[in-house]
């Protein structure tokens, strides 16, 4: 089973990823600290999915730049669900191969076809 790691603040958003995502473990965090924290101790994920801006301080930019730094925790996948362009932008400046999808958590899918 593939897991994946959603950066978003959003408790609304991140329910929505809970109901439109099948066969995947789901990890969330909430805050720059815990998602870096997240990344440390876990093997490597599948798939990370970034919003830019969060609430308890900080923005996604510095887990990029974290990755960036840290190559061998980077996945193939990276999507970056992020509503706010600029933001979206930045991230992918520090992770060039990442996708910009805004609407992604709306969307139905099985990972287990992936």
Not at 8 to 13: F, G, K, Q, T, V
Not at 24 to 45: C, P, Q, R, W
Not at 84 to 107: D, E, F, H, S, T
């Amino acid at each position: 089973m593939k897991t994946i790691l959603i950066i978003e603040d959003s408790l609304e958003r991140n329910k929505q990823f809970f109901q439109n995502f099948e066969n995947v473990e789901i990890h969330t965090a909430l805050s720059v600290e815990f998602a870096i924290g997240m990344i440390k101790n876990n093997d490597k994920y599948d798939m990370i999915f970034f919003d830019h801006d969060l609430r308890k301080g900080g923005d996604a930019i510095d887990v990029a730049k974290w990755l960036s730094n840290h190559k061998n925790k980077i996945p193939n996948n990276i999507y970056i669900h992020s509503s706010n362009p600029v933001g979206a932008q930045n991230i992918k400046g520090y992770l060039k191969y990442a996708r910009i999808a805004p609407m992604i958590w709306k969307q139905k899918i099985d990972f287990s076809k992936l």
